[in-house]
C-alpha cells in the first residue's frame, strides 16, 4: 500500500519569501502525484498534477512542483508567496495503471505574513 | 456549470444512531469517492462508485456503506456511529477513465455526541 509524509506541519512566511514545501512517498510501482490546496472556508482544489514526461511540473497561481523519482519526492515551490496563499496543502498519489485510492498526506498548513 | 454539491453541510448525531450523506457530482462526470477527513488530519479514502458498483475501498469497517445511482449522485451511510466517526465526509467525482484527476466538494461537518 501507498503513503505519503509531509514533513512540515506548519510554515509562516512573510510575503515576498520563497515556499518549499516537502512530500514524499512510498509505493514501489508507477505513481501519479498531486498537490491540493484548501483556503480557509474553501473546498479542496487541485493546484498541480504529475502524471508523466517533464517532472518539472507548473501549476495555478504560481505554483510548481518537481517529481524526484530517486528520492521518490514531489515538492511543491513558489518564488514569492503572497498573504493570499494562507492555505492548506495536501500532496497525494495514486498508482498508475489503474484506477485505485488516492492516499493524501496529512496536509501543511501556511499562513503567510502580510 | 454546478460543481460537486453535498448535503447536509453539518449533522449532529448521538451515539449508536445511523446517518446517510449524499452527494452530487460534478456535472459529466461518472465516479463518485468519498473520504473522511479528521481534524488535522488528510482526507482517507473510504470507498469509490463506478457504474452503480464499488470500485475500490479502503481500511474501513462494513459500518460504512454507500451506494450510487443512475444518475451517478451517491449516498454515504454510517451504521452504529462511534464518537470517533465525527469528521468532515468529502465527496469527489471525477471520470473513471478521465486521468484521476477529482473535484471536491465542500463536505458535511459531522458531529456525533
Known amino acids: 500500500a501507498q503513503s505519503v509524509s509531509q514533513h512540515n506541519h506548519h510554515v509562516i512566511l512573510s510575503e515576498a519569501a520563497s515556499l518549499e514545501l516537502g512530500c514524499n512517498y512510498s509505493y514501489g510501482g508507477t505513481v501519479n502525484l498531486f498537490w491540493y490546496v484548501q483556503y480557509p472556508g474553501q473546498h479542496l482544489q487541485l493546484l498541480l498534477k504529475?502524471?508523466?514526461?517533464?517532472?518539472l511540473v507548473k501549476g495555478i497561481k504560481g505554483f510548481e512542483a518537481e517529481f524526484i523519482k530517486s528520492k521518490f519526492s514531489f515538492n511543491l515551490r513558489k518564488p514569492s508567496v503572497q498573504w493570499s496563499d494562507t492555505a492548506e496543502y495536501f500532496c497525494a498519489v495514486i498508482p498508475s495503471g489503474g484506477y485505485q485510492k488516492v492516499t493524501f498526506g496529512t496536509g501543511t498548513k501556511l499562513q503567510v505574513i502580510p | 456549470d454546478a460543481g460537486v454539491t453535498q448535503s447536509p453541510t453539518h449533522l449532529i448525531k448521538t451515539r449508536g444512531q445511523q446517518v446517510t450523506l449524499r452527494c452530487s457530482p460534478k456535472s459529466g462526470h461518472d465516479t463518485v469517492s468519498w473520504y473522511q477527513q479528521a481534524l488535522g488530519q488528510g482526507p482517507q479514502f473510504i470507498f469509490q462508485y463506478y457504474e452503480e458498483e464499488e470500485r475500490q475501498r479502503g481500511n474501513f469497517p462494513d459500518r460504512f456503506s454507500g451506494h450510487q445511482f443512475p444518475n451517478y449522485s451517491s449516498e454515504l451511510n454510517v451504521n452504529a456511529l462511534l464518537l470517533g466517526d465525527s469528521a468532515l465526509y468529502l465527496c469527489a467525482s471525477s471520470l473513471y477513465r478521465g486521468g484521476y484527476e477529482q473535484y471536491f466538494g465542500p463536505g458535511t461537518r459531522l458531529t456525533v455526541t
Open positions: 504529475y502524471f508523466s514526461g517533464d517532472p
